[in-house]
């Protein structure tokens, strides 16, 4: 593990999912990263856009903000917040890439509040912003997060952007469009999915040296197990050059 | 046509376009000279009690000149659009003028971090909230432009945020399928900075223009703070440059860098040190105090906030910063 | 009459109710001819749009199309029809100026078909183009158009636009807009309101020389009289030396 | 929430967004040199008995070349948005290549008179029709470029042709009043004549853009001609230009003076005179035949039938025109 560090790893192994000529809303941070990475690697046609209106810039640096100016940098359009998220309505954008303090076996990620009484939270969290959003519209929600227990929880505080919502058919009876839902799970220890009938968290390959048993030990809910789970690719030398000389010379995301 | 499913969210502003329409009858459609100091702007146009919106995207475009001017008036008792509100929550958290808040996105400043005074008003039970999210929210306000009551959306459904919205899950009378409601939403005041506007108050641009096309004609009355006043020629002679007519308008404000310490598109980037600063010092209360007092109650104009921050060498540094020639 | 025809007549008295600073959506030949008289005239400051989305232009000459470049010549905006029309739904925009085949006594105009059956008119016309949806939502309509006994009619064949629909409440019951409706009709023979409680066709005032008589025997349904009908000021010289002169010198609309 | 009322007009087209999404779901977002021959370009995308929809404003900013090309491959059964309909309707009636027509606006060509051929053809029952207005008809354009099956609007409401409409009277669950539902238009094509477009399909309009900011999002294949091909630096320099991205569009096809007769503003006024041809010679079907065949039919290409009426010294007196200078 000493050729690339966690954060490193996660956003070469998210990259990878983006096939060619995907369209994808990203934000700052490690998505912008693995969006520039798949761009220069797997996925040179991407589109990639910005949830306040950047569409197809030649981003220059990292954006701080994802309506600041590097993401309309040499752009095709600087449009709107309207036009962004009609976009993801219109189901014209592949992947949106999403955090959040808490998420749950289903997949539904929580950025609103901790505690159990929306009206007194404990600690207040920013919102939905437009995350719950892009999780409702785009056809695929990955999210990149470090593996923690408190994170991985049984069942979300509260549901900011839908995953699955109770497992099942709950996402699509709740009248979310079909077909869409959280999609891959990249963290420092595993890639999970939720490739099932009860769209549960599942384990589908483990970080390089990385166990079954320590994946759940770190986890809040019991995991699902891929029948074929094996190893995450470790990324390849030259993906790693791309991402350290090209994506974040300056390390501001990498170097966390 | 089935209502499933209604939030339990208050709503703070009347969403019914009839009421608006009266309003917006008895705006002048005259071109008249709009200019005015920044103090009798928000003097006129923010009354305590109304209900207000911020134009920009939280650290980008944003009005700071406009907002350090509602502090040190003292505006209290503000309903808030906290929609994609980051820097300008954090001003107006700071000087506690609101009680009530519509929430998409608030408190934190994005990838910086949380604002620690901020998140701690909202968790004083000062505040009363509904919860939104940046679509429903750019969504209430088209509803307003396009003068409807409401806008449909599948955004919020199965979510727990639409429980403390005010949106309402009805049934489609085409598709029978589930969609939520977003009602418009008309500020009493919306404060946009934008990069040229003329005397009578025709605004441009530049950059993404996040909600406010919609924002400035869904709002009663709108202020506009700009980097240069222009001639209107300019825009004569370009038709296609307004992005907000004159007769939304009522105010223009010319503040160049009006928007530091947040990043003007195609003017000056963000100074991530100042707003690092902010952060770093909401955590101990009495520093906060001084920093305030410092940065906003005692300065008798926006200039001197720049000039305790770097005056026009950190400006130029912001421009080159902005233009990559850093 | 010798000092002016009565298109000339029509366009000076509708300029006429134009109060300074009103907003106005105008279509080509003689609403465009008013609105241009009007600001030259009783309102400097009016503001002029074109339902295709020309905003406050300098009108260089009459425009053949509504969406035509004159539209847009030095103006404030080129912006879109669905930005007029939004302007109407939020009360933004006092009059709109409006004609059809047919008007009945309530006011509506119908610019759809003459016959009885939808499926198989006797004559198909043009349709609403923009004008329903103006007479729905401006606060209030001008119609300018000559006075004749097939063109005033009992009850429309079909409500393009409407006015007071069946009079009374009737539009309000309709759920359009309260206080909107058919204001002024303005003809060679008489100017005409709807300022009662049954909303019907009243005459205000008389063009001169014109009698009651005259006014209801080109008219296809009886006519209420304002209590002061009186006479239509005429034209003054100078407001018809502005309307020849800068308004229309090729004559393309009072040459009619 | 009731529904208080249905008008008995036909849907040609699903406004379900479900059905849009999974086709924008297969479109490409990839930039791909999209220019091909007009030949290629309605014969690839338009086919026999699907719904189109045509960009601008009647006689102005209209795509006479590529309807000219649609009437050379004899389509038929076609759907069409008469929306603001003029010349261009005038064209396809001449063809007889539709049977179903939302209208908005038809068979007149404004100020300039009727179209008697367009007329006889609407009065023949060869055409089934469903009857909307101006905005109704944007309002759908909307409707589907949002992603929502619906909008909701006051035009329409008490007249007679919302009996023949589609839209549906419901009750607002915010306001408790009354509105009239347009549900949302995704055309099979649209055809879009613009000012500038890169190979790639992004595009530039100016002048007043109607509907087109919407049109060209709802439809699930869009044709744009443009006066002029221009490199991609030139809207990345300025990414305010674009109107129209490139993965809305199919196919590009460069027609300098594409839209004449029609007023292409900033580069060309309308031909009046021809214009007016054309209403004269449709009174009389002999000549008619034979006008058409001269100026369609027999044309190799566009530039053949510019070349008819008036060729290079035509195009520039219209653009003196356009400038005033005549």
Known sequence: MSEYNSMEMMICVAARFMEDGCSAVVGTGAPCAAGMLAQKTTSPNMLILFEAGGVAPLLPTMPVSVGDSRTTWKALMASSMTETMSLTARGMVDYAFLGGAQIDKYGNLNSTMIGNDYRHPKVRLPGSGGANDLASNCWRVMVITPHEKRRFVEKVDFITSPGYLEGRSSRDDSGLPADTGTYKIVTNLAVMGFDNPERQMEIETLSPGVTVEEVQENTGFELLIKSDVHETEPPSKETLRILREEVDPHKYIIGR | ?326
Not at chain 2, 186 to 200: M, S
Not at chain 2, 232 to 245: G, L, S, Y
């Open chain 2, 1 to 326: 046509m089935k209502v499933y499913f209604e939030g339990e969210g208050e709503l703070f502003t009347n969403p019914d376009p009839d009421i608006a329409r009266k309003h917006f009858r008895k705006k002048n459609k005259t071109l008249v000279d709009k200019r005015m100091k920044i103090e009798d702007a928000i003097g006129k146009f923010v009354k305590d009690g109304e209900y207000i919106a911020i134009g920009g995207f939280g650290g980008v475009r944003v009005p700071t000149a406009l907002m350090h001017e509602i502090l040190r008036q003292g505006k209290k008792e503000l309903g808030l659009s906290g929609h994609t509100a980051t820097h300008d929550f954090q001003i107006l958290a700071a000087g506690e003028c609101f009680n009530r808040c519509d929430i998409a996105y608030i408190i934190g400043l994005e990838a910086r971090g949380i604002s620690s005074n901020a998140r701690k008003y909202m968790e004083s039970g000062k505040v009363k909230t509904t919860e939104w999210t940046n679509a429903g929210m750019a969504w209430r306000f088209k509803a307003a432009a396009l003068g409807i009551p409401f806008l449909l959306g599948r955004q919020s459904l199965g979510s727990d945020g639409i429980k403390w919205s005010a949106s309402k899950v009805i049934e489609c009378p085409y598709t029978s399928k589930k969609y939520a409601t977003f009602p418009a939403l008309y500020p009493d005041v919306a404060l946009i900075h934008v990069h040229e506007a003329d005397k009578y108050g025709n605004a441009t641009i530049r950059g993404v223009s996040i909600a406010d096309h919609d924002l400035a004609r869904a709002a009663k009355h709108v202020v506009i703070s700009c980097e240069r006043i222009v001639d209107t020629e300019e825009f004569r002679n370009d038709p296609h440059k307004v992005m907000i007519p004159y007769f939304c308008v009522d105010a223009v404000c010319e503040i160049p860098h009006g928007c530091y310490p947040g990043n003007m598109p195609f003017e000056y980037f963000s100074d991530e040190d100042h707003l690092k600063e902010w952060l770093t010092v909401e955590r101990d209360p009495e520093k906060f105090k001084a920093f305030l007092d410092k940065n906003i109650f005692s300065c008798k104009n926006f200039n001197e906030y720049l000039e305790k921050n770097g005056g026009l060498d950190k400006m130029q540094e912001l421009r080159k910063k902005e233009f990559l020639e850093e």
